[in-house]
């Protein structure tokens, strides 16, 4: 049986931002495992879940997508999830943008997570939701990559602080922020959330099973790349496009 959605009466001032990339032109890391179109198709896969999630775990008023992606913003709109533009500075000034919109609507708490995450279910945003409603005041929480370096998610109390540094190594830079700004800072470690889809050897299947719930894209973007390294040359919707 599903967990109830958090209602709109409920942590009125949790909220949810998440950035996503436009499609095209994404993922430039993977180029070397993964055709252009290829790419696009698993970003824009892996945002439309996690805003799909999004949804369903967390009171959708108090969440918003932060991009210009066309296929993401008319999905979301329909789902009931407000959408402002990237202001193309990146990841850490997306969710300032976001954080910028949560706060003229009164948010005393922000959570943001990574759009592209293969594992992320609607049960992993509610327990996110019901933690941001109990953070206490003056603290951060880093929710790590499987390698313990990156950074997928944070929680933020109080809302307007700025400690987002995303990017390579950014977990370590997330907790000098965390000190610098007077903020007690943790880690948490959920392993629906530690996967995300950014580098080459994301594609390579891992040694234990990415289990039931994982996104199909992920298992597809790693049969893609396999062939990719096999044959560069290997013509059709699944290689080099003529």
């Known amino acids: ?42 970003s824009r896969a892996l945002a439309s879940r996690m805003v799909r999630c999004a949804a369903e775990g967390w009171a959708p008023s108090r969440v918003v997508v932060v991009g210009d992606d066309p296929e993401i913003t008319e999905l979301s709109g329909r789902l009931g999830l407000a959408t402002v533009e990237d202001d193309g500075g990146g990841q850490s000034d997306a969710v300032r943008v976001g954080q910028a919109w949560c706060l003229e609507r009164g948010a005393s708490t922000l959570a943001t997570v990574a759009a592209d995450l293969p594992r992320v279910e609607a049960s992993d945003l509610r327990r996110l939701w019901e933690m941001a409603a109990q953070l206490a005041p003056n603290s951060l929480v880093v929710i790590p990559d499987r390698a ?5 998610g944070l929680l933020l109390n109080p809302a307007d602080q700025d400690p987002f540094s995303f990017g390579p190594d950014s977990l370590r830079r997330h907790r000098e922020m965390a000190q610098h700004l007077g903020l007690s800072v943790s880690v948490l470690d959920l392993p629906h959330l530690a996967w995300d889809v950014d580098r080459p050897d994301d ?35 699944l290689g080099n496009e003529g």
């Open 1 to 42: 049986m599903r967990a109830p959605r958090p209602s709109e009466a409920d942590g009125t001032g949790v909220f949810l931002v998440i950035p996503v990339k436009r499609a095209a032109g994404s993922k430039q890391r993977l180029a070397s495992e993964l055709p252009d179109g290829v790419r696009q198709l698993v």
């Open 148 to 152: 313990g370096s990156g950074t997928n």
């Open 203 to 237: 594609l390579v299947p891992p040694s234990a099973p990415l289990g039931e719930g994982a996104h199909p894209v992920l298992a597809w973007a790693q049969e893609v790349a396999a062939l990719e390294r096999r044959s560069p040359e290997v013509e059709g919707p």
